[in-house]
């Protein structure tokens, strides 16, 4: 199995490593982060949802009902720390050498079936998790400001089909598609069916999106941690990678 998830996230950028997780934690990562979404939504419902990162102290992103993981406390850490033993091999073995966790980036996020969705919510659009930070207005360099980085994403609810999921176009590239670029994307592809326990992993240029349709009836809520090289800073700068 590792053989092969080391094999596919080289080529494509992208694996799926099922059942990863044990079930006994992931359901307690689910009844954490519905404990603090309920806080989010007794917060909005009286004060507004563009308070809730005050009243909580952790960063919340009303538009796309996106909290910090640093919400959970010390579980955040635990997380990160648990993804990392079920698949740091093929991530290791794709940065060339041991990876750490950017836990100011990692992230619990909410995504509510189409018809569920409060006005203020929208899905993701096309992006690339390694231009994470890229002043995408003013910096023209598009090579250099792709991040080294692996983003795994784990769904605490089933997926996919019934609850949105994530899309992805599979393949590698060097560098960042501009706005322009990420605005004009169109054609297929893939958006599997995922469940409690599954880890899909991929890599900083791998184009990705939120896939929601208007027949999903269910919401859903996943944990989503990027990696980053051991030796990385986790910023854009002067950095040379390990020779392989």
Known sequence: ????????????????????????????????????????????????PWVVAHRLGVPFVPTASSLGLSALG???G????????????????????????LLESAWLRRQ??????????????????????????NDTDLVGGLLPMVTCWCPLVACGRDAP????????????????????????????ALAPGDVLLFTGDVLHRTHARAHMTRDRVSVEVRYVPAA???RRGPWSAPAE
Do not use: N
């Not at 799926?16 to 909005?44: M, N, Q, T």
């Not at 635990?78 to 966790?101: L, N, W």
């Open 112 to 137: 509510f079936a189409p018809a569920l969705a409060p006005p203020y919510h929208a899905p993701h659009a096309w992006h690339q998790d390694g231009g994470l930070g890229f002043d995408y207005l």
């Open 165 to 192: 999921g994530l899309a992805y176009r599979p393949g590698r590239t060097d560098a960042l598609l501009s706005l322009d670029a990420l605005a004009a994307v169109a054609g297929p592809a893939e958006a599997p």
């Open 232 to 234: 990385h800073p986790g």
């Open 74 to 76: 010390a579980l955040a």
């Open 1 to 48: 199995m590792t053989v092969a998830l080391i094999t596919a996230l080289k080529r494509d950028g992208v694996a799926i490593a099922r059942g990863a997780l044990p079930e006994e934690i992931v359901v307690a990562w689910r009844a954490a982060a519905e404990a603090r979404y309920r806080e989010v939504d007794a917060i909005s419902a009286t004060e507004g």
């Open 78 to 101: 635990e997380i990160a720390t648990q993804i990392q033993r079920a698949v740091g091999g093929p991530m290791e073995a794709v940065m060339g050498g041991s990876s750490r966790p």
